[in-house]
Every structure is written in structure tokens, then in C-alpha cells.
């Protein structure tokens, strides 16, 4: 059965490194299709990234392209989610999904199968 254990995030100060990892016990990641969500206070679940099988070509959402990245680390099956530059804007609770699949590419909003419990993160000076 899957499971995520989501880590990082916490409080970090505008414009530093913030990243997030979904660590997937039970599964390879190999035949997953994994994506990132965000949701800030008193507004809907955003996509953020996603990525397909190969752990290559991730996508993302035009409001943290070129500023995030979405990496996965199959030493630890698990996913990464990092900007160099932190906004107040990313402020909120990150989730992990994922569903099982085979394509090399991914849709931002899914669907996905599983979830995670999400982590908090909250960009503030």
C-alpha cells in the first residue's frame, strides 16, 4: 500500500531556499505519476508540479515556473519540490499525489489516486 512521508517546509524567510520531499514507501516510483500541490489560507488547492515516470520532464504551473523545481531521487523514492527563491505567495500547506501510470508526461491537475497529509510552509520575515 502507499504511503507518503512529507518533510521540509516549516518557516523560512522571503527570498532563501525552501523545499519540500515526499518520501513513497510501499510502490517504485517508476510506475507512478506523481504531482505537487499547494493550498494557501482562504483559497483553493493549486497544482503545482508534476512529474511522469521517468522522473524526467516535470511540469509546472505558470505561477512558479522558472523558479521552482521538481526533481525526484529514486535512491529514496522520493520526490523534491525546491525554489532559491521563496515568495510570500508559497505560503501554505504542500500535498504530494499520485496515481499509477506509464506515460513520461503528466496533467497538472491529475487525477490522482493518493494523497498526502500535506506540510506547512510559510514564507514571512
Known amino acids: 500500500q502507499l504511503k507518503f512521508v512529507e518533510s521540509g517546509g516549516g518557516l523560512v524567510q522571503p527570498g532563501s531556499s525552501l523545499t519540500v520531499s515526499c518520501a513513497v514507501y510501499g510502490v517504485a516510483l517508476e510506475n507512478y505519476i506523481i504531482g505537487w500541490f499547494r493550498q494557501a489560507p482562504g483559497k483553493e488547492r493549486e497544482a503545482v508540479s508534476c512529474?511522469?515516470?521517468?522522473?524526467?520532464?516535470?511540469t509546472y504551473a505558470d505561477s512558479v515556473k522558472g523558479r521552482f523545481i521538481m526533481s525526484r531521487d529514486s535512491t529514496k523514492n522520493a520526490v523534491l519540490l525546491r525554489t532559491d527563491i521563496a515568495k510570500s505567495e508559497d505560503s501554505g500547506v504542500y500535498y504530494c499525489?499520485?496515481?499509477?501510470?506509464?506515460?513520461?508526461?503528466?496533467?497538472?491537475?491529475?487525477?490522482?489516486?493518493?494523497w498526502g497529509q500535506g506540510i506547512q510552509v510559510a514564507v514571512s520575515s
Open positions: 499525489a499520485a496515481r499509477r501510470g506509464t506515460t513520461w508526461g503528466c496533467s497538472l491537475e491529475g487525477p490522482y489516486d493518493y
Open positions: 512529474i511522469g515516470v521517468s522522473g524526467d520532464y516535470p
